[in-house]
């Protein structure tokens, strides 16, 4: 089977979700798969502008320092900005990210508090008709 | 005959492969390049994206401890 579509559901804020949103969405934009990103509840944070991530899956609290102390190994390994590698992959056409409609309305986050290279939000109805010609669909 | 050689040590996953992808696309058909990384994910990485992208693995060489990837431009 040639994979051409995954749509993946974001349901978390953590830092840890917003680096596989964006390697899996550049890896994929690379590989000519479509990658489309339903951020829902706390994963609509991550679509928010200037949102710093936290590492949330450390075995104790560490105030931030966890994201920091990930982002700068991973500079090490040749990734500057993760916000970048998605932007571009967006750029690219392959990656699209849905902000939730609902979620929006439940914690009043407003289109102008998103990220300017996000969709149009969609609801519930809009991710599932999205679904139905996609390869996969996995849960974040 | 290798066209043009890339050095990618040090990166890690999934930058070989984004900067592969990059390179290839500036080739014209034929064009061979040459990619090391010493990424160990690369040895399934690298070829699973020509694979899908459809241009052709030539030939993978492990030179010391780096993976060597002729790739040849479909």
Known sequence: ?140 | MVNKTFDFTGLKCPIPVLKTKKELKNLVSGQIIEVISDDVGAKKDIPALLSKIGDELIELKEVDKNLVFTIKKA
Not at chain 1, 17 to 38: E, R
Not at chain 1, 92 to 119: A, Q, S
């Open chain 1, 1 to 140: 089977m040639v994979v051409k579509k995954i749509n993946y559901i974001v349901k978390d804020r953590s830092f840890e979700k917003f680096a596989m949103m964006a390697f899996l969405g550049s890896t994929g934009s690379a590989m000519d798969i479509q990658s489309h990103f339903f951020c829902t509840f706390w994963g609509l944070r991550l679509l928010k502008k200037k949102y710093k991530p936290r590492a949330r899956g450390m075995p104790f609290p560490m105030k931030g320092m966890g994201a920091w102390m990930f982002k700068k190994r991973l500079k090490k390994g040749g990734i500057d900005s993760l916000l970048d590698l998605i932007k571009d992959a967006v750029e690219e056409g392959n990656v699209k990210l849905y902000p939730c409609t609902t979620t929006m309305d439940l914690m009043k986050i407003k289109r102008e508090d998103l990220l300017d290279f996000v969709e149009e939000p969609i609801g519930a109805a809009g991710f599932l008709e999205l679904c139905s010609d996609a390869d996969a669909i996995i849960s974040l």
